[in-house]
């Protein structure tokens, strides 16, 4: 049988790509979904040059303005991930992605309730991460999801069978 091929955050297969070179491997979906699954790993951060480890970042502002920033020295990320954002879902066209598997919570690839910061620094989880916006932005019709969503099995279960209508 042919694997399907979807996108998935670097860091949840085991990739040591976090900002403290850590990862985020998510055990249960290489032992449920990889017997069926060719996974295209893909960390912003990472490829856009940012570097491994990097200072810790979050989003501030409003939904329609956010910005990504370092979190002690305060440098605005935005535009470079904004540009590498907008050229690598281009690129990622000629992979046949039948989905995508996000990393909950990152500013860059949390698909929903991200923690978004105020100027009084009281964050509310109003958020996308801005990988995770372009991606779907480009891609509206493709299945999207984040792992910890898919620790529940209906969630699951619906996720593959979506990926599945693409592939055919």
Not at 19 to 36: E, I, N, P, V
Request: hydrophobic fraction near 40%.
């Amino acid at each position: 049988m042919e694997k399907i091929r979807i996108g998935i955050s670097s860091c949840l297969i085991g990739n040591p790509v976090r900002y403290d070179g850590g990862h985020k491997l998510a055990r249960f979906l290489l032992d449920t979904l990889d017997q069926y699954i060719d996974y295209l790993p893909i960390c912003p951060e990472a490829e856009c040059g940012m570097g491994i480890p990097r200072e810790a970042m979050r989003l501030e502002g409003k939904f329609d303005a956010l910005r990504l920033i370092t979190r002690l020295s305060r440098e605005d990320k935005t535009d470079i991930m904004i540009r590498w954002a907008i050229n690598r879902v281009a690129q990622l066209e000629r992979e046949n992605l039948c989905g995508f598997i996000f990393k909950s919570d990152s500013p860059s690839c949390g698909m929903e309730r991200v923690k978004v910061y105020d100027d009084k620094d009281v964050s509310a989880r109003t958020g996308i991460g801005l990988f995770a916006r372009i991606f779907m932005e480009y891609f509206p019709g493709l299945p999207v999801e984040e792992e910890s969503r898919l620790c529940d099995a209906t969630l699951r279960e619906n996720f593959v069978e979506r990926i599945l209508t693409i592939k055919r």
